[in-house]
């Protein structure tokens, strides 16, 4: 009996291995995402049936940090396109047969009151090719992504992947960043790097690198300066925070900096009693971090120019434009990615060629409208509130449960908000990735607390 067993097991190994082979080979010799898509699709069923959030976690990091486009050589494989099918597939299953529990939340709400205006400016935006193509290709798979991170991310050891994913790919694409720089390659304006400009990458913008740059700074400091979470993260998140922190210089980018210094400010602001001491001392590290990133010997924007700069002067011309779009389209906006489009017809000064906004907030003004900014910031201040509850409520203390993780993922999320609030003034950031994962996290955590708070009354009662 046991022998049968055995030679049964290990027809199915013999099997299985045949398979892989096969699979591997016609991949070898057919580099196509079917292809690929074949090869992988019993991992994908296994991944997609036992953990779906693996799966959207892993779609969330290639997309956001663009690993692909970071390391070419994962560039032919088509990752992002097989994780956002498997995603989608997994993501349904588990809703049809109920293995996700769903609810709804009032940020949920709010969400999906500017996601309808979004979609409603891109049916009406002048130029509605653009905007559906940057609906259809971003935004929405963003939206699905905010409802799946939410409902998904429920237990301690999910807000851990969380965050080492976050940290380890900031330093993955930090030191792809800082290798760049010190062999001169893919730079702009001489001295500002970039990662695959050559290619047409996301990456391939000083300030857009920057941003994703950002992200991982608040994960990597949160975990650092976390209680009881062990020595090896506290290391993982010195060596994250040290390596993007570095990168972010390279870029030269003033949001950037701007950003790692209010990232930096809210963990000193909880923990330096003398504000004033603070204050000063922050405006003087900042003072420094643009002298060591070299911005005043930047070629658009240096020091070299007479009054305000051409980079802060073109800003504001591009806010007027934006304030004009706003008022001419306060329901709706110009429609989203529509902004460069429609900049000659309200820039007040016009030198040949459309400029991009280089602001969130002007950004979100001109293309959603007045009630699209007036719906996004109210979003924000619910981040923003759920972010400070969570703080205080799973931050180490006698008689209370501590999460290491989830107290960590907390501060990353008040850190990360504050970074991008500073940032988004000087960076276009209204329609990508960062605020929307911070909203998912606080969404998550906010569900983890009320269902803490909940076992904590009925153990009360129980004893009682």
């Avoid at 290639?62 to 993501?91: D, M, N, V, W």
């Avoid at 109920?98 to 205006?117: D, G, V």
């Avoid at 900049?343 to 040949?352: A, K, R």
Wanted: aromatic content about 10%.
């Amino acid at each position: 009996m046991f022998r049968a067993q055995l030679y049964k097991r290990w027809q199915q190994i013999g099997l299985a291995l045949i398979s892989i082979l096969l699979l591997a080979l016609l991949w070898y010799k057919i580099p196509h995402p079917v292809v690929a898509a074949l090869a992988l699709l019993p991992l994908m069923l296994v991944a997609g049936l036992r953990m779906p959030f693996v799966l959207c976690l892993a779609f969330i990091t290639f997309s956001f940090f663009r690993l692909h486009e970071a390391f070419p050589a994962l560039y032919p494989l088509k990752i992002p396109q097989l994780l956002a099918i498997g995603t989608l597939g997994s993501l349904a299953f588990n809703l049809i047969t109920q293995r996700i529990e769903m609810f709804w939340c009032r940020e949920h709400t709010t969400f999906l009151c500017f996601f309808m205006l979004v979609v409603i400016g891109a049916l009406l935006a002048t130029n509605r090719a653009a905007a559906m193509q940057s609906l259809s290709g971003t935004y929405i798979k963003i939206a699905v992504m905010v409802l799946a991170i939410s409902w998904l991310l429920r237990e301690e050891h999910q807000f851990k992947a969380v965050l080492v994913s976050v940290i380890l790919c900031g330093i993955g694409v930090g030191l792809v960043a800082l290798y760049n720089k010190g062999m001169g390659l893919e730079l702009v304006e001489g001295t500002r790097v970039t990662i695959g400009r050559s290619i047409g990458s996301m990456l391939g913008d000083p300030n857009d690198l920057s941003l994703v740059l950002l992200f991982p700074a608040a994960f990597a400091l949160a975990t650092m300066l976390t209680p009881d979470i062990g020595k090896i993260w506290k290391l993982i998140g010195l060596i994250g925070f040290i390596t993007v922190a570095c990168a972010i210089i390279a870029t030269q980018s003033r949001g950037g900096l701007l950003g790692i210094c209010a990232v930096g400010g809210v963990f000193a602001w909880r923990r330096v009693e003398n504000k004033a001491l603070l204050l000063t001392l922050g405006m003087c590290a900042l003072g420094v971090l643009f002298v060591v990133a070299g911005v005043s010997d930047r070629a658009s924007g240096g020091a070299h120019e007479e009054g305000i700069d051409e980079s802060a002067m073109g800003r504001i011309y591009a806010w007027q434009a934006a304030l004009g779009m706003a008022i001419h389209h306060p329901l709706t906006g110009v429609g989203i990615n529509n902004f460069i489009s429609n900049y000659f017809e309200y820039s007040p000064h016009w030198d040949g060629r459309n400029h991009a906004v280089h602001s969130t907030w002007f950004g979100i003004l001109a293309e959603t409208g007045l009630l699209g900014f007036i719906v996004f910031v109210t979003l924000i201040i619910q981040i923003l509130r759920i972010a400070i509850q969570s703080v205080s409520f799973f931050k180490p203390q006698a008689g209370r449960h501590y999460s290491p993780a989830l107290y960590a993922c907390a501060q990353s999320v008040q850190a990360g908000l504050a970074g991008f609030c500073v940032s988004g003034t000087f960076l276009t950031m209204g329609f990508t990735w960062p605020v929307y994962i911070l909203l998912s996290l606080a969404i998550a955590l906010s569900q983890c607390r009320r269902l803490k708070q909940n076992a904590s009354q009925n153990e009360k009662s129980a004893n009682s």
